[in-house]
């Protein structure tokens, strides 16, 4: 009965590599989020999603591109991995698009590009 | 300046101790404050979610905001080994830009 859910859990490629991370959520929210999370543990947003309409879209290169097939799902493509892209990648939803309505995160991927 | 600030720590109290957690934040027009845990290699889970100023208690979890130092802050009583995680602060404004803090790590030492 996972809420947020997001695979896979560990991502370990080389440099110039394309991947994917899938994210979905059952919590009937329409707002989805991608957050990456530095080793410093800040988390930065880097998309929203609400009902499949990007409305944030953060100085992120356009190596990375997310998809929203429908209001239950974000993934995120990347392209030609970079070192400096290794972090943790949270996944993130939330009900509506006000203040009023706080995120609820997946358990993280941990990108290592080498 | 980041939207909100707070002290990385670590912090590092006996069992039993009561826990001050703290944040600065910068907007005045932020009204929503959430306080999330995170454990090691697990996403954020929402300890605490307050709108405006005052308290908001939850079972040994208290949330304090003071609008007029802009300051937030989270206080765990009776703490229990169980309570060692990250602690993160956020707020959110302006159609869902949450902005977090870079969280506080607590060790509390049986």
């Known amino acids: 009965d996972t809420a947020v859910s997001q695979t896979p859990k560990y991502l370990v490629t080389q440099m110039g590599n394309d991947k994917s991370i899938k994210c979905e959520q059952n919590?009937?929210?329409?707002?989805m989020y991608w957050y990456k999370q530095d080793s410093k543990k800040f988390l930065k947003i880097m998309f929203s999603?609400?009902?499949?309409?990007?409305?944030i879209n953060e100085t992120v290169p356009n190596r990375f591109s997310p998809k929203s097939p429908d209001k239950a799902h974000l993934n995120l493509h990347i392209n030609s991995l970079e070192l400096g892209d290794s972090a943790v990648y949270f996944c993130?939803?939330?009900?509506?698009?006000?203040?009023?309505?706080?995120?609820?995160f997946g358990n993280g991927t941990r990108l290592t590009v080498t | 300046q980041k939207e909100v600030e707070q002290d990385p720590g670590p912090l590092s109290v006996p069992e039993g101790a009561i826990v001050s957690l703290n944040c600065t934040y910068s907007n005045s027009a932020f009204q929503y404050f959430m306080w999330y845990r995170q454990y090691s290699r697990k996403g954020p889970e929402l300890l605490m979610y307050t709108y405006s100023s005052g308290n908001k208690e939850d079972g040994r979890f208290t949330a304090q905001v003071d609008k007029s130092s802009k300051y937030i802050s989270l206080f765990i009583r009776d703490s229990q080994p169980s309570d060692s995680a990250t602690y993160l602060c956020?707020?959110?404004?302006?159609?869902?830009?949450?902005?977090f803090g870079s969280g506080t790590k607590l060790n509390v030492k049986p």
């Open positions: 993130a939803s939330s009900h509506g698009t006000g203040e009023n309505s706080p995120l609820h």
């Open positions: 919590l009937g929210h329409d707002t």
């Open positions: 956020a707020t959110v404004y302006n159609f869902n830009k949450f902005y």
């Open positions: 999603y609400n009902n499949k309409e990007l409305i």
